[in-house]
């Protein structure tokens, strides 16, 4: 008997027992579908953060914003003092290992009006001439906002896709004229449109689309539209992979020497800190849901053995029939672990495609329950396949063995002699 003959009688025994082997599949299929479905669900996850951080300029930065009072003894102070301009140049010549630094204003819902009358209300940024590099915004037409624009404090403005669409339609905006009011208490100024920046996008925490800004040179917005002399943001882009907490206590010092030896004005943000808390999350729920699912292959295994012991009952005059004809040892111990391999192999492989389906499913409860993401996607890596195959196999070697050489010690005289 030839050993590929063993292996193709193994698998024919499952063919005709169908119902028997779903059964024995469904504990290998559950637990390889949940913990694909969780990692699908959890990379995905991470790609929305991972793409939302790379839509405001990438992780590797950090924020500095103003922080406007503290609670003390019950009640709220306020804190006057502001980061400045003259601050931002500070960190980008004494911090080390950083790119560049954006100081950015940020003011919502300012009116803004065509030539036509058409109106909106989108965010007003005034920013440097950097702004476009660091967020990794390509203008779609035009240019952005250059260095002498910041520095003459001229009245030009770039425009995000949409907006641009909303303004002017069809019609290109270069060169035309629009009315931007602060407040409604300020007067209108005029700010020639030299850009119109490519379609961007938002970030996984953002409530508005960089898509929907108009973008002034930063002198401009402090002298001619909002009227204030301080930065409301610095935006710190560091080197890859530099040490953030030695460049936040860099940058600390810098300010507190341009402030009298304070900095409790100012706090900061880093964006590593959501994509943290989302593995931290996820390793949790992997050490939870892998001790579930491992229970639950442990006593799909033990049915699979016991399936495969049963076997061996069922066909212990053939066992005896093909020793007596010549076969050996080795040839009835791979036609039965064949068998549990085979059950462990479906099962792996049904789960691969039911976790990828479940993953599905939750992805679009996903979307509902967050309604900021558009789409949640599924990310399921090649690896983790390869490891369900690796383990499935496994498993069905694990607990195949047993009945296997249990199968293979019988000998022809006694497997003969046994009733069925």
């Known amino acids: 008997m030839k050993l590929q003959d063993a292996i193709a009688a193994g698998i024919a025994h499952l063919t005709q027992n169908r119902l028997r082997a779903g059964l024995s599949i469904l504990g290998i299929f559950i637990g390889i579908a949940s913990v694909l479905c969780m990692m699908a669900i959890g990379d995905g996850g991470k790609k929305i ?20 009072g503290v609670f003390r003894r019950g009640r709220w102070h306020r804190i006057t003092e502001r980061l400045k301009l003259e601050d931002a140049l500070a960190i980008e010549a004494e911090v080390p290992n950083i790119r560049y630094v954006l100081p950015k204003n940020e003011s919502y819902r300012i009116l803004i009006t065509s030539p036509d009358g058409r109106q909106a209300r989108p965010v007003l940024e005034g920013v440097t001439a950097d702004y476009a590099r660091g967020m990794h915004w390509n203008v779609q037409e035009g240019r952005f906002i250059s260095e002498g624009d910041v520095t003459q404090a001229l009245q030009v403005c770039v425009l995000g896709n949409n907006l641009a669409t909303e303004l002017f339609g069809e019609t290109s905006p270069i060169g035309k004229e629009v009315k931007i009011k602060y407040r409604y208490w300020y007067a209108s100024i005029r700010a020639r449109v030299v850009g119109v920046m490519a379609v961007k996008g938002r970030g ?20 001619r539209i909002s009227g204030y002399d301080y930065i409301e943001r610095i935006t710190v882009f560091t080197e890859e992979k530099a040490d953030m907490d030695a460049i936040i206590a860099a940058a600390r010092t810098v300010i507190r020497k341009n402030h009298q030896n304070r900095d409790n004005f100012v706090r900061h943000w880093v964006p590593t800190g959501g994509v943290q808390r989302l593995e931290h999350i996820q390793r949790v729920l ?22 495969c012991l049963v076997s061996v009952g069922e066909k212990t005059r053939e066992i005896g029939l093909r020793k007596s004809v010549g076969a050996k040892r080795i ?30 499913g939750m992805a679009r409860l996903a979307v509902r329950i967050v309604p900021i993401v558009p789409e949640w996607p599924v990310v399921l890596s090649g690896h983790w396949v390869l490891i369900a195959i690796v383990f499935s196999l496994f498993m069905g070697i694990s607990f195949g063995v047993y ?18």
């Open 331 to 360: 040839h009835i111990f791979y036609q039965f672990l064949t068998e549990s391999i085979c059950l462990c192999f479906c099962g792996g492989v049904l789960g691969i495609a039911g976790g990828w389906i479940a993953a599905h």
């Open 286 to 307: 992997k050490i939870a849901l892998g001790g579930i699912a491992g229970f639950a292959l442990f006593v799909s295994g033990i049915g699979i053995m016991n399936i």
């Open 204 to 223: 996984v925490n953002s409530t508005w689309s960089l898509d929907d800004v108009v973008c002034v040179p930063l002198t401009t917005h402090q002298q």
């Open 49 to 68: 953060i991972a793409d939302g951080l790379e839509t405001l300029g990438g992780i590797d930065q950090v924020q500095f914003r103003n922080h406007y």
């Open 403 to 420: 009945p296997a050489m249990q199968a293979a010690r019988l000998t022809p005289i006694d497997a003969l002699r046994t009733e069925n």
